[in-house]
T-cell receptor, first 114, second 115 residues
């Protein structure tokens, strides 16, 4: 069965520290992979996405993610976290041939301390 | 592009009342989704449409929930009668099959409180 796992429910980092949010997926074929961010009281905003090609993808706000097929992972990283990065982060996997099969992880809540 | 537009942004209603949430998808998109987000259950897909036709409504919690898409630019999610456990954020989202890798674009949500 298809699924997305974000093992960390909540992460706290200091401002300026590096960040890595984990995402593992289970899917029958090579999927499309996404990271979304949700700030308090807001909708979900697309950070970045992977379709094919270079396995290291760059996104907005200085985020990047690396697709590792052997580990079925798509971890999100940022070298230096800013206080404004405090939010909920969702990993998602989508099918390549239909618009309906789209699975979200349960999210990781990020707290940034000064 | 204006993005996915939802209304109302916030609604507080009394138990038993009818609630109607509205959504305007991104122009040209052929899939529309309704999600519900709660602390306990996270993001849940309620129903989705393809070319205005409901494809899968297995996520709709019960008969009190109904959704329609009368045309390509408008959809509604209705709860009748509403109950306190329906309090949640309801997101509408849309995508274009084959476009931008099926990226789903979300509205800002309708924050529903049933008292």
């Amino acid at each position: 069965a298809q699924s997305v796992t974000q093992p960390d429910i909540h992460i706290t980092v200091s401002e300026g520290a590096s960040l890595e949010l984990r995402c593992n997926y289970s899917y029958g074929a090579t999927p499309y992979l996404f990271w979304y961010v949700q700030s308090p009281g807001q909708g979900l905003q697309l950070l970045l996405k992977y379709f094919s090609g270079d396995t290291l993808v760059q996104g907005i706000k200085g985020f990047e993610a690396e697709f590792k097929r052997s580990q079925s992972s798509f971890n999100l990283r940022k070298p230096s976290v800013h206080w404004s990065d405090a939010a909920e982060y969702f990993c998602a996997v989508g099918a390549r041939n239909t618009g309906n099969q789209f699975y979200f992880g349960t999210g990781t809540s990020l707290t940034v301390i000064p | 592009d204006a993005g996915v537009i939802q209304s109302p942004r916030h609604e507080v209603t009394e138990m038993g009342q009818e609630v109607t949430l509205r959504c305007k998808p991104i122009s040209g998109h052929d899939y529309l989704f309704w999600y519900r987000q709660t602390m306990m259950r996270g993001l849940e897909l309620l129903i989705y449409f393809n070319n205005n036709v409901p494809i899968d409504d297995s996520g709709m919690p019960e008969d009190r929930f109904s959704a329609k898409m009368p045309n390509a630019s408008f959809s509604t999610l209705k709860i009748q009668p509403s109950e306190p456990r329906d309090s949640a954020v309801y997101f509408c989202a849309s995508t274009l099959l084959g476009g931008s890798g099926n990226t789903i674009y979300f509205g800002e949500g309708s924050w529903l409180t049933v008292v």
